[in-house]
């Protein structure tokens, strides 16, 4: 989960992005780095086809300002795959180049890695026409047959799209009812236990889905000490849902923060990931809706080992850290003998 330059997707880039794909007829998405923030650019609808609509970009790509692009490789359906392109030009001010280069994982993984299905990164904007494009899918075979593996990862993109879960969002779902399986009644009472005055007993509840039952389960409950034992408390092989206090201090202030914790192992069954991926924003609207909780952050990561306790201090106070390192005071030199 680290950031090498410290730009984060604003709630507007997410709310863009949650657009775009839920969009049949948009075939481009462009983002900027504004004002230390990935924010949102031009959404372009789609003309003809996946080749021929590269030349709608020639209005967007100068000789001078770097820029991402989000690009649909097909118009019929919101779970078509997405190229990255990363277009950072020579003739650049050397900073918007450093900063463009430093953040592109940032931008793939707070927009849901799983959804882009190729990328690359061009400094010549003759790249970004239909030939270029013609290219790169010859070089890349963007366009071959898919699997019956990437069938089904491209239904798992579907409905997170449609569920509205993209990458790390603080926003609360739609979803106010009919959880693709129920909650049963240890798992309710596990979540409640995390609510105002009863929280203290334990600040962690894991849950998980028991298909065979088809309903949501108690996997574990724990008090743990510091983020970094997640990592003991989450399935490494299975996707699961978890609720964490995170208390926690920033300029002597003392915070406690619900955060929900979408975890999905690469290695975990396509079929696991699309019940999780399914029943993961209904889970957050019933945690708040029957046992009155308020999650302040919603996270996605591979497992628990990806999270530390700067990495969520950072997801939760982003203004507090770009202001910490802003007005740091430079270290004094060393006094010479």
Known sequence: ?????????????????????????????????????????????????????????????????????????????????????????????????????????????????????????????????????????????????????????????????????AGTTTRKSHVSSGLAFPISQAAATGLAGLNGAAAGEYNLVVLEIDVQNESIELAKQAQIEEPTHLHSMISTEQPRYTFFLFRHTVGDVDHESLVFIYTCPGGSKVKERMLYASCRAAIVAEAEAAAGLKVDKRIEAGDGSEITRESLVADLHPQQQENKRAFARPKAPGRRR
Request: aromatic content about 8%; cysteine-free.
């Open 1 to 165: 989960m680290s950031n090498q330059s410290g730009i984060k997707a604003s709630d507007a880039l997410l709310d863009a992005f949650r657009a775009f794909t839920s969009d049949h007829g948009a075939r481009t998405l462009l983002v900027k780095i504004e004002n230390e923030s990935l924010e949102p650019g031009e959404i372009i609808k789609a003309e003809a086809g996946y080749f021929d609509d590269a030349a709608l970009l020639a209005p967007y790509v100068t000789d001078t300002e770097p820029l991402y692009i989000l690009y649909r490789t097909d118009r019929t359906t919101i779970s078509t795959g997405l190229v990255l392109i990363s277009y950072i030009p020579d003739a650049a001010p050397v900073r918007r180049k450093m900063l463009y280069a430093a953040t592109r994982n940032t931008l793939a993984r707070e927009l849901g890695g799983d959804r882009i299905t190729a990328s690359f990164f061009t400094t010549d904007k003759r790249e970004i026409t239909p030939d270029g494009f013609r290219k790169f899918a010859e070089h890349d075979k963007v366009s071959q047959p898919l699997t019956d593996e990437e069938r089904a990862l491209r239904s798992v993109r579907e409905v997170e799209a449609t569920e509205g879960f």
